[in-house]
């Protein structure tokens, strides 16, 4: 890659070649005459009481006629046009400072006409200050704009004159004055934006920006409405003020805009972006407007003719701009007048309100009841839409549109705050949005209408609760939704095919329009009070007939679609209207549950009914329907008797209690065989395991004490018993096995799979339970598990059945040793000595088996012999070992861990070695260098865990100071040895890690630092701790430059800040600039230099960072009421413009410049408290220092560059 001339040239020759730049001049001026302004400003507001008058003023005015005589000489003799440019500018703002000065020069006595007229002298300057500023403004303003302009000077002098004018004048007719003046600003405006903007359009540059006349007058008008009219004004009309300064802003940006669109001939698809920006002033400045005559509000009324200025305002920006932003705004303009205009009629608004609280049973009305009190708004924004779209203005027609249809949909859920406004509120958006979709033929709008009609269906039951006191909650609300649904489907339909027409009008393409969805929403309604229905059922909570209603609609609606699961739900339904009719009448459990049995063998014999005669339109809509009912319900009857049957399990056995689980369990059965469904066989199968649980200890209690065991133990014998005789049974239903297709059928599939869980499952349940029946069970399962796998395919299922089935034979030869043992872990030692050696026989015969006696052999099959032989030799060894008394000697210490940590490094050594290529050609192993490289590691972690150790345990004692070092002497001693193993070929292996761990170990010396600061606060050698973090800081910052890590870079700038931090506590230093300044200098250095680094999305957020950090270090002193850092915190923006500019960043411009700012006004308010000579001064003397180094970079500019280019040069050739 090449290296650009850029990166040859030094950095201190590119950094002045960036600084001299024309632009930078120019914003040295700038900064300059502000700080020069401020300086002026500050000494006009201090406190220097103690010269008289006449001094002051003579002052003020030798100060701006000094300016202006400095800046004409600049300009005109020196040809320093920058700087005289500057001067003339800090003239313009200095020469209406001087007639406020008049006043503010001896207050008292300023008052009245009659003291004005006393001051002779005062007088005699003002009429001099008149002469010069008429003389040097016309000057200065031909200047600028290359042609007299008589009404904006006229303009400026009135404004400027004001400011000693205004407080002689009485404050009533401060309204009448704000509103002259507003006349004088706006008039001065108009000729001089259109000439300002004509030069720059025509290339004739007008030495200044086209906005500058709009904004000095602006700037003028505004001071003085703020510090002398508004006052005596109230704070509501300050607002109104605001909308109309505006105006005169958003009129320079037309005819910005104008100029520009001639020159082009021709409509711009976007505007430049000076009028862009006037345009958004004036809008924020409306705004404001807006918001500040809200005050006081509703006690004013300054809000109404303010807020519809502003939308006539707006109205009149959006057809100038065609841009419907400010349509948008003028809407909101129009909502805020329309929300305020009640102010007017306070009377008759509250008289209406307390009637319709009286009505609706409230004591006030609800914020929901907006959405009714906007309709009048709405059904006129609609009227004036559909007016403006036939009559062509389709531009305000489809925002107004947008608007209309758009408010409901906020204050839609605004109505869902309020249970008794739901209803009128959805019902009345239901109609206004029926209107809207065919009005303005927007079909999507049907969507909003079913919303609004949904809303008005959820609130009708609460609405007719609440206020027409309507009783049943449940039946009233289900009823509500149900009459709902029907009117979605009868009433609804024709407005579903009005809106069809609209859209074949609109398109021809029948296939794109979407489907009728209020059809669709009764048939979801219906079906959803159908499962309602069907879920109430039981209790009675419900009337039956409108259970009866909603199957009427359920029904018609099964024909129309002709739907399978519409028809599911039908036949649903209609079952569960006996079940609520039996709920009414308050059946036993028992008799609703052989009822709903009942019910499901009906609905069996119905389905093969219609299977029977499948020509019948009835069988053709619910004979599918009529299968996936009875499969669905007979699994849900199972599901519900299985709690059933557990809560009777200590009653006596009845048969009306097991009717409805004889029935259940027979159905199932039917129907899994029936469809072939081996889900509904695992419930099935689950279900009769349940019911055969429950029953065997009812069955068998009478035999309990024969066989003296507990009568629940008998239940997994019984499931074993079961399961193995189905097995058989299986077994010897070859024939069956198969389906048509030669397939195993999936109901056979799930029983055998049932059988096998439930085998496999007791068998591994009852290993560890050394009991009779458990033994009986767990054997029997055995039987089965082999039955089942016997001439079968060999599978994972198979052999881990089979090693079940050992198991169960290992714990039985145990239980025939040990018969007085109850469970297999509670066995103690000393009587698994006398089971070990059958134990270690059984083993020994099942690892034969395993190897030898099973074929074909596989891994599983080789894993598992090896197991039982080690159990074999393991019993045997425990047998013989039990014999003896041993102790277990634990080393524990330093010398383990060495011993290990050698040992490691050896495998290591020898690993790395093997995996060397000894010819040429021969590729390393990956494998074998990663498993080298890992105990290299372990042994690295095991040296420095018996270091650890050691200085844990105290043996190695480390000096308080010393051991701030030792993680940096540790460190370069492993810096050391990982050169001298990279140098060898054995040990090659270590470098890397012992590399790693070197750049590790520095890091550990900041939490020992942290600690020793914390516990040593006052060391004896002051700043020894420093010391090792600037020692860590600087090997990180070698380690990132050399290795090119920018993370190091990072960690060293962080480092070398916390020591120079704890430096700064230890000498009890508590300056915020010496923690700050060294941050953020950090911060500022690390963005520079790794700037090629860092995201380009992160530079300027970081350069942000570092600049505030520095420059806000002083703020903290300047608040508490310190002058000195206000002389400090504006050199610091300074120095930071200064390196803005060398290194071209906007960002630390900008931010130098806003504190420098900010400084200038800290300067200007402190400057009447403490030392206001000594800050003026100061202020004078940097303000004119900055004036001076930019004119000199302007009049030398072009030698300073080429001398610093000719040494670039001469550098260039040195070697």
């Known amino acids: 890659m090449k290296s650009t001339p850029e990166q040859h040239t030094p950095t201190v020759v590119r950094f002045l070649d960036s600084f001299l730049q024309e632009g930078n001049i120019k914003w040295l001026l700038g900064v300059g005459t502000l700080i020069l302004f401020s300086s002026s400003a500050m000494l006009v507001t201090s406190h220097w009481d103690s010269y008289p008058p006449l001094w002051k003023y003579a002052v003020l005015l030798a100060y701006t006629v000094g300016i202006h005589l400095c800046g004409q000489l600049a300009y005109h003799r020196l040809s320093l046009r920058k700087t005289g440019t500057g001067l003339m500018a800090l003239t313009t703002l200095l020469i209406p400072l001087n007639f406020v000065a008049y006043r503010w020069v001896q207050p008292d006595q300023m008052l009245t006409i009659h003291g004005v007229l006393a001051q002779s002298g005062l007088l005699f300057l003002l009429a001099g200050n008149c002469l010069f500023s008429l003389f040097a403004a016309q000057r200065i303003f031909t200047h600028f704009l290359r042609k007299p302009q008589y009404s904006f000077l006229t303009s400026y002098l009135i404004l400027s004159a004001s400011g000693a004018v205004i407080p002689l004048l009485p404050s009533t007719i ?41 904004i000095l007058l602006g700037v003028q008008f505004l001071l003085l409405f703020a510090t002398m009219l508004a006052p005596q004004i109230p704070v509501e009309w300050i607002g109104l003020g605001l909308v109309l300064t505006a105006i005169p802003i958003l009129q320079a940006a037309d005819s910005l805009a104008r100029v520009v669109q001639a020159r082009s001939e021709t409509p711009l698809p976007t505007q430049p972006t000076s009028v862009v920006l006037a345009l958004l002033g004036g809008i924020a400045m409306v705004f404001a407007g807006v918001a500040i005559s809200a005050y006081g509000f509703p006690s004013t009324v300054a809000i109404v003719p303010t807020s519809l200025l502003a939308a006539i305002v707006m109205g009149f920006a959006a057809h100038r701009t065609q841009r419907k932003e400010f349509v948008w705004l003028m809407i909101l303009a129009i909502l805020t007048t329309y929300q305020t205009s009640p102010v007017f009629m306070k009377q008759l608004v509250r008289s209406m309100l307390d009637a319709g609280s009286s ?66 509120v959805g019902l009345s958006f239901t109609v206004l949005f029926a209107c809207h979709t065919l009005l303005f033929r927007l079909p999507f709008l049907r969507f909003t209408t079913l919303l609004s009609a949904f809303v008005a269906t959820l609130g009708a039951t609460y609405f007719f609760q609440q206020v027409f006191d309507f009783h049943g909650s449940v039946g009233l609300s289900l009823t509500t939704w149900i009459a709902a649904g029907g009117l979605f489907w009868f009433p609804g339909v024709y407005f579903d095919r009005a809106v069809s027409r ?173 469809n072939d469904a081996g889900v509904l066989v695992v419930a099935t199968h689950t279900f009769g395991l349940v019911a055969t649980g429950v029953l065997t200890p009812k069955l068998i209690a009478n035999f309990t004490h024969i066989t003296g065991f507990d009568r629940v133990l008998w239940i997994p014998v019984t499931w074993a018993t079961l399961s193995t005789l189905g097995t058989v049974s299986l077994r010897l239903t070859l024939v069956d096995r198969k389906s048509a297709d030669g397939e195993t059928s999936n109901a056979l599939r799930a029983i055998e799979w049932c059988f096998a869980a439930t085998l496999g499952g007791i068998a591994l349940v009852t290993i560890p339970v050394l009991v009779g029946p458990s033994r009986i069970a767990g054997l029997i399962s055995v039987a089965g598990v082999l039955l089942l796998t016997l ?44 089971a070990a050696l059958p134990i270690s026989l059984a083993a020994a015969l099942s690892a034969w088996g395993w190897s030898s006696a099973i074929s074909p052999r596989s891994r599983f099959s080789e894993q598992t012999s090896e197991f039982f032989q080690a159990l074999s030799l393991g019993a045997i060894l425990f047998s013989v070992w039990s014999g003896f008394k041993h102790n277990a000697l634990v080393l524990l210490g330093t010398c383990s861990f060495i011993i290990v940590a050698g040992l490691q490094a050896q495998i290591a050594r020898k690993m790395s070695q093997r995996t060397h290529p000894t010819v040429e050609g021969t590729n390393i192993s990956a494998i074998m260098a990663t498993r080298a490289t890992y105990r290299a590691w372990i042994a690295i972690g095991l040296v420095l865990a018996a270091i650890a150790h050691l200085r844990w345990t105290g043996f190695l004692l480390v000096g308080v100071i010393l051991s701030s070092f030792a993680p940096m002497i540790l460190a370069l001693l492993t810096l050391g040895l990982a050169h001298q193993a990279k140098r060898s070929v054995s040990w090659t292996i270590f470098a890397d890690p012992l590399r790693k761990t070197a750049t590790a170990l520095p890091a550990a010396t900041i939490p020992m630092v942290f600690h020793q600061h914390l516990a040593y606060p006052s060391p004896e050698w002051l700043g020894i701790q420093s010391l090792a973090l600037l020692l860590t800081s600087g090997f990180y910052f070698w380690r990132g430059i ?165 040494i670039a040069a001469e550098l260039e050739t040195w070697n």
């Open 791 to 834: 001439n079968r395919r060999r599978s994972h299922l198979t052999e881990i059945l089979l090693l079940i089935g050992n198991a169960q034979l290992l714990v039985a030869v145990l239980q025939l040793v040990l018969p007085d043992s109850r469970f297999l872990f509670e066995i103690p030692s000393e009587k698994l000595v006398v």
């Open 174 to 214: 401060a309204p009448f004055t704000a509103l002259f003046l507003w006349v004088v600003f706006a008039v001065g405006t108009i000729k001089v934006n259109r000439h300002a903007f004509w030069l720059t359009e025509e290339f004739r540059t007008p030495r200044i920006f086209g906005f500058f006349p709009i």
């Open 359 to 424: 009505a609706i049973g409230e004591d006030r009305m609800p914020i929901a009841f907006y959405g009714l009190t906007y309709l009048p708004l709405l059904i006129a924004t609609s009227g004036v839409s559909v007016w403006l779209k036939r009559r062509g203005e389709t531009f305000f027609a489809q925002q107004l549109q947008t608007f209309s249809f758009g408010l409901p949909l906020i204050l839609l859920p605004l109505a869902l705050t309020h249970s008794k406004m739901l209803f009128p």
């Open 502 to 674: 609209i859209e074949l009008m609109d398109d021809s393409d029948a296939r794109r329009h979407s489907p009728e969805i209020f059809r669709w929403s009764s048939l979801g309604i219906v079906a959803i009070c159908a499962i309602i229905f069907i879920a109430l059922a039981p209790s009675g909570s419900v009337p039956i007939m409108t259970g009866v209603i909603c199957f009427g609609l359920l029904f018609g609606h099964a024909f129309a679609f002709q739907s399978t699961w519409i028809s599911a739900l039908t036949l649903t339904l209609l079952m569960s209207l006996p079940i609520t009719f039996a709920g009414h009448n308050n059946w036993s459990m028992e008799s609703l549950l052989s009822l709903a049995g009942s019910l499901l063998v009906l609905l069996c014999a119905g389905e093969a009914l219609m299977k029977r005669f499948p020509e019948w339109t009835l069988s053709k809509v619910f004979a599918p329907a009529a299968n996936i009912v009875a499969c669905i319900a007979v699994f849900l009857l199972q599901l519900i008797l299985v709690p059933y049957m557990l809560a009777h399990l200590q009653t006596p056995f009845a048969f009306a209690i097991w009717l409805p689980v004889v029935i259940a369990f027979l159905t199932g059965a039917y129907l899994a065989w029936k």
């Open 1042 to 1206: 050399e290795r090119d890590r920018p993370w190091f870079v990072v960690a060293s700038a962080a480092i070398f800040n916390v020591s120079l931090a704890i430096f700064w506590k230890e000498l009890r230093w508590t300056d915020p600039q010496l923690f700050l300044i060294p941050a953020g200098l950090s911060v500022l250095v690390l963005v520079e230099t790794l700037r090629s680094q860092i995201p380009k999305g992160l530079l300027n957020p970081l350069r942000y960072v570092g600049a505030l950090t520095v420059l806000v270090s002083p703020t903290f002193q300047i608040v508490g009421g310190n002058w000195l850092h206000i002389i400090t915190l504006m050199v610091l923006s300074l120095l930071i413009l200064i390196v803005s500019m060398g290194l071209r960043i906007k960002a630390l411009m900008y931010t130098g410049t806003a504190f420098l700012v900010a400084d200038l006004l800290a300067l200007v308010i402190r400057g009447t408290f403490d030392h206001p000579s000594l800050l003026w001064l100061t202020g004078i003397a940097i303000g004119l220092a900055v004036i001076g180094l930019a004119a000199y970079c302007e009049r030398h500019r072009e030698a300073m560059l080429q001398k610093f280019r000719f």
